[in-house]
């Protein structure tokens, strides 16, 4: 299993970013595929939402409306689409994969390296 982020950077506030998620080993399709992401000192917080109303409990509501994950499975990669994006926003973004029903990060048993977002204002 290998989830291997890439597509981070320096954005300016207000500005997009896509990151990808290139995943080998397994399908997609098989499993729970969310991002999660971290900033220093802080705890790790999922940011997959699928849509505007996403109530999953790996959708912050700090980012619904702003961020969409997708997944596409020919490919066998996950997307997390970013717009409007806010300082509070910086932290390394990571692609996760869990089984069916997880929820919360402890569920997500294989994460990847991750990928830095830094945003400025």
């Known amino acids: 299993v290998q989830l291997v982020e890439s597509g981070g950077g320096l954005v300016q506030a207000g500005g997009s970013l896509r990151l990808s998620c290139a995943a080998s080993?397994?399908?997609?399709?098989?499993?729970?595929m969310a991002w999660f992401r971290q900033a220093p000192g802080k705890e790790r917080e999922g940011v997959s939402c699928m849509n505007t109303y996403d109530g999953a409990p790996y959708c912050a509501d700090s980012v619904r409306g702003r961020f969409i994950t997708s997944t596409d499975g020919k490919k066998n990669m996950v997307y997390l689409q970013m717009s409007d994006l806010k300082p509070e926003d910086t932290a390394r973004y990571f692609c996760?994969?869990?089984?069916?029903?997880?929820?919360?990060?402890?569920?997500?048993?294989?994460w990847g390296q991750g990928t830095q977002v830094t945003v400025s204002s």
């Open positions: 080993g397994f399908s997609v399709d098989d499993y729970v």
């Open positions: 996760v994969r869990g089984n069916p029903g997880a929820t919360v990060a402890a569920d997500f048993g294989y």
